[in-house]
């Protein structure tokens, strides 16, 4: 019987590293320069603001005083803007992009499913600008001379829906908003969708549900934390919108039960005003860009947290 003779690494190579452990190391820097990037950012923002909070310490965030000539300021009318907006986005693209992305994952034939796939992923990708211009051209005067009266004259009695009718409001603000979000309602609901093993949608079939109530009452529960991961991502994009919302929403630091009144949210203020500020007055600015920031940062780590939890739900069971 012939003997093998063990292949040993040479003396000068036990100690070189190899290309599998320099790959390694080298993506891991990259992967450990975004949290670095991260958290620059935040001791940037942190900094920046020092002036204003320890003017003003927590106060700031209760307060709805914003005079930048007596330098008393307050991110109350600010948070209660971008709140609304967000909220009232979410609230009309949800169950449309909900609806849209069970159509293209569960109903739609493959052909015409990926057609309408690219075309939505291209929507995400227009500049929100152009969404504000649309709007300006298009739906402020729609709203001002025919949606919004009629809602005063019908629901005129509730504080939702007095005041003076402009256009430039929270009503607008939102319905812009929802037009941004709808595509990222869809696409990431439509990858929770098809993430649901097939085993799923045939044992409901064979025990004679139909193909609704397969979709409905398996495929659709089955998907429920991808599909809060996606409203969730679409809530950081909402609070974080600039543009687009700046150009409608009327920019007034006002708190109103109205959604017929003009409003200001984070980001608008800062785009508006932080050219033009110097001292406190600018680090209140910083200090909401602070506010966004860990806001948004938090939202998109939950809904991140959702999408891999239905994803590894669905490996699991597949």
């Not at 449309?96 to 069970?102: D, E, M, N, V």
């Not at 015409?112 to 992923?121: K, N």
Request: aromatic share 8%.
């Amino acid at each position: 019987m012939g003997t093998v003779a063990a292949v040993r690494p040479s003396a000068a190579g036990r100690g070189a590293p190899t290309g599998d452990a320099i790959a390694r190391w080298v993506a891991l820097a990259f992967a450990a320069s975004i949290l670095v990037l991260a958290l620059l950012l935040i001791l940037q923002l942190w900094a920046g603001s020092a002036d204003a909070r320890h003017k003003f310490g927590w106060g700031f965030l209760t307060s709805s005083k914003w005079n930048p000539v007596t330098e008393e300021f307050g991110a109350l009318p600010f948070l209660y803007g971008t709140v609304v907006t967000s909220f009232l986005a979410l609230l009309i693209s949800t169950p449309l992009g909900l609806g849209a992305a069970i159509f293209l994952s569960e109903l739609a034939p493959a052909r015409l499913s990926s057609a309408l796939t690219f075309l939505i992923e291209l929507l995400a990708a227009i500049p929100s600008v152009i969404y504000g211009l649309l709007a300006i051209f298009a739906l402020v005067p729609l709203m001002r001379t025919t949606i919004e009266p009629f809602l005063k004259s019908h629901f005129g009695r509730l504080p939702l829906f007095k005041g003076v009718v402009f256009g430039l409001d929270y009503l607008t603000a939102s319905l812009v908003l929802s037009v941004m979000t709808i595509p990222f309602v869809i696409s990431v609901s439509r990858e929770a969708l098809l993430a649901v093993p097939r085993e799923q949608r045939e044992a409901a079939l064979a025990l004679g549900a139909t193909r609704w109530e397969s979709t409905w009452q398996v495929v659709v529960p089955h998907a429920k934390l991808g599909i809060l991961g996606a409203i969730f991502l679409s809530l950081a994009r909402a609070l974080g919108e600039t543009m687009a919302v700046t150009m409608v929403i009327g920019n007034s630091p006002s708190i109103r039960a109205s959604l017929l009144a003009p409003g200001y949210t984070i980001a608008a203020v800062i785009a508006n005003e932080f050219s033009e500020a110097t001292g406190v007055y600018r680090g209140a600015l910083v200090e909401l860009g602070l506010v966004l920031f860990c806001l948004t940062i938090l939202i998109n780590a939950l809904a991140r947290l959702m999408i891999v939890a239905t994803t590894r739900k669905g490996s699991k069971r597949a």
